[in-house]
C-alpha cells in the first residue's frame, strides 16, 4: 500500500502528519490542457516566454541556488534511494546540472533537458571539468519530448512543475517516455499551501520569478494522480513554502 502520510522535516528533526489533514485544493492552473497538443501559436509563444526567462538567469543560476544547499543535499540523499545502477534517468528541466551530475555515479545514464542553451552550456562545461562521461545534456522543450516511448526507468523533475505554464502537459509527456513502472521523482514547492506562502509567491512575481501553479501539497498529489501517476511515498521538507517531494511509479491505462 502506498505510504501517504507526510513527514515534515528539517535540520531539526522529522515529524508525520496524516495526508488528509492537508489544506484542500488551492492550486491556480493557467492556459491548463487537457488531453489535446499544445496548439503551435501558444506553444511558441510560451517556449519564448520561458527560454528567455532562463537563459537571462543561467549566468547567476548557481549563485542563486547555492543559498539552498542545504535542502538539496537531504534531497539529493533521498532521491538517490529511489535510484538503481541500472536505471537511464530523464531528468526534466535540468538548469545547470546541479542534480543531474550528483546522480551520476550511482546510475547507468542520465539524459538530462532545459530549454534554454546557455543553462546546458554552463552544465556541460561542468561534466567536463568533472570527467563525467554518462551524462548527455541536450537543449529541448518539455511540453516536446522527441525521445521514443518508454525510454527511461526514471524521470526527474526538480523544482520545476510550479514555474511551468502548463505543468499537466509536462507530466502527460514524463509519463510517456517512462518504461511501464517507471518512477517519477519530481519534488516541487507548494505555493499554496498556506498564507506566508501564498504571499512568498507574490513577492516572486514582483521581482520576475513567476509562480504559475500555486500548489497545495493536496493538490498537487491530486495533480500527479490525474496525470497517470500512483505515489508511493511523499515526504515533505518544511519551508515557507514547504518542498513535496513524492515518489511516483507509472499507472497503466
Known sequence: AARLDLVLGSRAGRHRVPLDGVTPWTARRECAVSGVMEPMTVMNERASEERRFWDRFAPRY????????????????RIQLELDSNDR?????????????????YVSAVTAIDISE??????????RSANIKNVDFQVEDA???????????VCLIVNALHVMQQPDVVL???????KPAGRLIAPTYCHGQNGKSR???RLMGLFGFKVYSRFSIRSYSDALTANGFHITDLHVFAGTPPLACPMAEKQSH
Open 143 to 153: 511540453y516536446a519530448l522527441s525521445f521514443e516511448d518508454e525510454q527511461f526507468d
Open 62 to 77: 548557481d549563485r542563486f541556488m547555492a543559498r539552498f544547499a542545504g535542502v538539496y543535499s537531504q534531497l539529493g540523499d
Open 89 to 105: 534517468v530523464l531528468e526534466i528541466a535540468t538548469g545547470t546540472g546541479l542534480i543531474a551530475l550528483e546522480i551520476s555515479r
Open 199 to 201: 504571499v512568498v509567491s
Open 118 to 127: 546557455p543553462m546546458i552550456k554552463v552544465a556541460r562545461g561542468k561534466a
Open 172 to 178: 502527460r509527456k514524463a509519463r510517456r517516455v517512462l
